[in-house]
Each structure stands twice: as C-alpha cells, then as structure tokens.
C-alpha cells in the first residue's frame, strides 16, 4: 500500500514538471512552428509559381526540413498556405514583378 502512495506522489510530480516544461517552452515552440510554415509557404510559392512545378513535387522539397508542415496550394489566388498544427501558419502569394511575397 504505501509502495502505491509514492509511485503516485513521483508520478505526479513528473506529470507536473511535464507541464511546466511544456509552458516554459510553448512560446519558443510557437515561434519555431511559425517560422517553418513561412519558410514551407514561401519555398512551396516559388517552386510553384516561378518554377513551374508541380504542388507535390514542390512539397517533397520541403518534407525533410519540414516534417510537421502541411501545405495547401491555392492555385486560383496563386497562393500556398502552410500551417503547424497549435502552433503557427503562414501564406505566402504570388505577385508578378516581385515573387512570392508573405501575407
């Protein structure tokens, strides 16, 4: 029985520290995930858009950089949309004369 009342209190507190953790970094997390859906929005409009490919060809050319990015062409607007989920999104668009440019 007591053996039981301790495996409780260490678990508990490993849960607890899990937690503070999680909010001592959540923001370097959030800033991580919304700089790799820009640089996977804006790498994506380029390959697309300057470079003529196609949406799943340009989005293997990020997959090992940005394994946790998914990535939604928006071929009417000339647009990519990327996001990390709970942590950050980006789209970048096409303009003629200057590129993919961020939104």
Same mark, same amino acid.
């Given at each position: 029985?007591v053996?039981r009342?301790? *495996?409780?209190?260490i678990l508990g507190?490993?849960?607890?520290?899990?937690?503070?953790?999680?909010?001592w970094?959540?923001?370097?997390w959030q800033s #991580?995930g919304?700089?790799g #859906?820009a640089?996977a929005? =804006?790498?994506?409009?380029s390959? @697309?858009?300057?470079?003529g @490919?196609?949406a799943?060809s340009c989005? =293997?050319d990020?997959r090992?950089?940005?394994?946790?990015?998914s990535?939604?062409?928006?071929?009417?607007?000339k647009a990519? @949309?990327?996001?990390v989920?709970?942590?950050?999104? *980006? &789209?970048a668009?096409? &303009?003629?004369g200057?590129?993919c440019?961020m939104?």
């Open positions: 029985m053996h009342d301790w *495996a409780k209190w507190a490993m849960l607890c520290l899990l937690a503070l953790f999680g909010w970094k959540w923001a370097d #991580a919304a700089a #859906a640089y929005a =804006r790498i994506t409009c390959c @697309r858009y300057i470079g @490919r196609d799943k989005t =293997r990020i090992e950089d940005a394994w946790a990015v990535v939604q062409d928006e071929p009417e607007e990519v @949309r990327a996001s989920p709970l942590l950050g999104s *980006a &789209r668009v096409f &303009r003629p200057y590129g440019m939104e």
